[in-house]
């Protein structure tokens, strides 16, 4: 894992000071979304060899939820974005 | 060969020259019956009881590094069978029973090592816990016994008991539970499976499994096409990239988690001993070491190589347990690719394509299961019906709402 990530609020900062939760390509259902919606968001993970979009949160720092792609194999970090930066992203190009 | 006290007098009085190798290296035939893919512990032990116990010949292993060349050779040596959930407790308790005669029915010394495993807890509501956890174990018929501040201090004098935060009260005790060489399980296995006609093929990569009117017809390898009756995916970190290839959708992610060993010591630690207000656990190894680990890094990752932080994470726990570790010497670290399921306990299931199999989900618990899993796996492709003990272990408890949650910690598996 890359020791430093560029958090777009706080600059360069060490990586222990965030916390990761994990899969950030999945949008959460609509309440009454089907069951399988369901447990494709809750259980079902592509978990891929290579690229891959993940939830941070900057916990010692500023506290906001970041986005950051990096590689799961090679651990090199591609970028960083605000996640709700992210989500207007993503839903513009829907 | 049959190995023995007499092979081995017999082999020295004759300049050790006559040794024949445990396996063969043969050529991958064009059809198979079954296919397991993933030469590991499960994978070994899945060909072997389906040779053994369910009568199955023209069986092959595909695996694409070495045999024994992922977790199996990676962990941290523990057998216990102190689990909690009545979804895990049996199986764990005949994967158990398993280990006590495997080395016998192997012919294979795999050192297995009965000296007890001590969960420790710091407070009173982790000892009600444990009460618990004991008194569900007997449950099953497996014995547990809880060990008082005095009883521990006596056996594991070296303790931090004193401990301002994290005083250590008692333990929980399961006598039976111990150790066993990781590495020598592998090569038992595979021995064993090839001395009954299992074809080992290794250095052999799975690219692609193929697929007529929605059952599997074989797999695309490195070494060309190979066709199969039935299939079995045992690949432990690398289930999902496999999976993906007859279009599964799994509940799994890969995360890392690492393991260490220190310079030889004399005879220090008698027991596996976990801690309770971390997840730090030691035992020390025939040739001296002490074998240690703890948490996963954290997040999801293929890389077999962990991160700092958690090296200084799991030494400070590992200092603040027994403060004597200060003054041993580390002498490796390495690290395995862990299938995480997201109830934190595995699957050993049908898939939605009939002839295909999955065993997987094993998180960090998966070399003390080896036997057990090999032998409910054999048992689910052999007789296309679930073993009982293995029967809550379906891929499909997750939609159906019946998670196998030991740690009750949601289905977020750098948590588990």
Known sequence: MASLIHCPHCGV??????SIRGDASLVRPDPEASDEAWNDYVHIRSNPRGRYREHWQHVAGCRRWLVVERDTFTHEVFSVTDAAAATVAREAGR | MRYSAFSIVKNALTGNVNWKPAWRQPEPKPYYDVIIVGGGGHGLATAYYLAKEFGLKNIAVLEKGYLGSGNVGRNTTIVRSNYMLPGNEPFYEFSMKLWEGMEQDLNYNAMLSQRGIINLYHNDGQRDA?????????MEGVPAELLDRAALKKMLPFLNFDHARFPIMGGLLQKRGGTARHDAVAWGYARAADRLGVDLIQNCEVTGIRRDNGVVTGVETSRGFIGCGKLGLAAAGNTSRVGEMADLKLPIESHVLQAFVTEGLKPAINHVITYGAGHFYISQSDKGGLVFGAEIDGYNSYAQRGNLATVEHVMEEGVTMIPGLSRVR???????????????????????????????????????????????????????????????????????????????????????
């Open chain 2, 330 to 416: 580390v002498l490796r670290s390495w690290s395995g690719v862990m299938d995480m399921s997201m109830d934190g306990s595995p699957i050993i299931s049908h898939t939605p394509i009939d002839n295909l199999y999955l065993n997987c989900g094993w998180c960090y618990g998966g070399f003390k299961a080896t036997p057990a899993s090999g032998w409910c796996f054999a048992h689910l492709i052999a007789k296309n019906e679930t073993h009982p003990v293995a029967r809550f272990l379906r891929l499909d408890r997750f939609e159906r709402g019946y998670p196998i949650d030991e740690h009750g910690a949601g289905p977020q598996p750098n948590l588990h």
């Open chain 2, 130 to 138: 444990y009460i618990r956890r004991g008194n569900a174990m007997w």
């Open chain 1, 13 to 18: 900062r060490p990586k222990e000071e965030f």
